[in-house]
């Protein structure tokens, strides 16, 4: 079985307030606030990239592990905004650390259920060739998005969030993971310009099409507690467990009225929920792994805890993971 081995998590220094975005676009701290629950973020300073940020969580989480970069058999990086075009963060991420010539690779495009959908794979190739996989999510999104688009960019902030599974004395147990996709809603959540369809061209610049990032925030909205809900469920019963028996849910940090919805579908009590949209805001592909890596840093998770993640994102995408601690 694979276990997650070490965990690691950062968050860059830089807070970005509702009210600093109050004075830069038209939008409120009681707006942004009653709407998303969200009061600060972080965002990286301008010597930052996505692959400091990766390489911070991953020594963290590889530490954590008592284990050495040398020791990494496979790296997958999940990421939106990733350090350069070509080649992937991933190998970026292989050279920084010293991890030698292991097999790496980006999942890139799922949106904010990607760390959830990297911990699968990596589940998946732990059983087929045991190793010990360092598995990435992290979002630079501050410096991608569109700083004028006041429906989206008071959503976003940038992190981190890292894990090392494998087979060994493991922190916890990854159990089940279900994961699904329905690709004809790839409209409700897109950044069009970039692609081969709309590439990237002086026009797109000027009007900034390629930071656009076109969301249907209603439909994104039902669409979100539908899934992470039914996922959470169906990991559940895959274990033979109800939601009685998890001590804390990790949902993906994208807006608190999704993560009360999702909690009230579920039956969950408030306290077994963990939330940081609050400090954070949503930051896609870190949010699941950096909300576990700090719930279990301020004691929020204990040994004997079954844990449930769950994310969804862009494609439309979805997963749950049932973790024991
Ligand atoms: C985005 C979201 C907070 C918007 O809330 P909503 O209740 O659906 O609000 P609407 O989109 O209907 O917008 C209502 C009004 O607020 C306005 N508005 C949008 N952003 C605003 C902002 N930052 N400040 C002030 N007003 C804003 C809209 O222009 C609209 O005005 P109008 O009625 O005059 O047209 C909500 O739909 C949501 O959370 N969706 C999920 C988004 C998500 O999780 N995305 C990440 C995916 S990983």
Redesign the pocket.
Known sequence: MAGILGLGGYVPERVMSNDDWAAL????DE??TA??GIKRRRFASDDESTLDMAAAAAELAIKDADLSPADIGEIIVATDTPELYLPDTSSLLQDRLGCGNVPTYDLGGS??AGFVQALDVARARIQFAPRKVLVVGVELISRLMSWKS??TC??FGDAAGAVVMGPGEAKAEVLDVVTGTDGSKADI?TLRTGGTRHPFSIDAAKTEAHRNIE?H??E??RE?VLRMSSAVTDVLRRIGKSVADVALVVPHQ??K??IDAVRKRLGVAEESVYVNVEEYG?T?SASVPFALWEAHQTGRINAGDLVVLTA???GFHWAAAAVQF
Do not use: P
């Not at 676009?25 to 409120?28: A, I, K, L, R």
């Open positions: 676009v038209d939008t409120t707006w942004i709407r998303t949106g904010c006041r429906a008071v959503l959540l969301m925030g209603r994104v909205f979100a994208a807006n009225r999704i949503n896609g969804f994102g862009a």
